[in-house]
């Protein structure tokens, strides 16, 4: 069995910011956060790879982590989040 090629691996950045999300969309109205998932079919984290309608990569879920992290430590002010999808 032939091990893979280290080389052939490319890093995972799990640092972003709202301004960087491409399949989340994070809005506050007072003590109400809605996060509306929008996830783009072009923009998985491997290149060429298209995502599928109810399938996600992991750069979805680093986005969801930063905005739920985000929520709970910089808006102590939001007392219910709204998980919505903007797809139909």
Partial sequence: MNAPDVASFSRVDYRTDPSRYRHWRLSFDGPIATLAMDVAED????????????????????????????????HPEVRAVVVTSLKE
């Fill in 43 to 74: 923009a998985g984290l491997a290149p060429g790879y298209k995502l599928k309608l109810n399938s996600y990569d992991l750069g979805v879920d680093i986005e969801l982590a930063d905005a739920l992290n985000r929520i709970r430590f910089e």
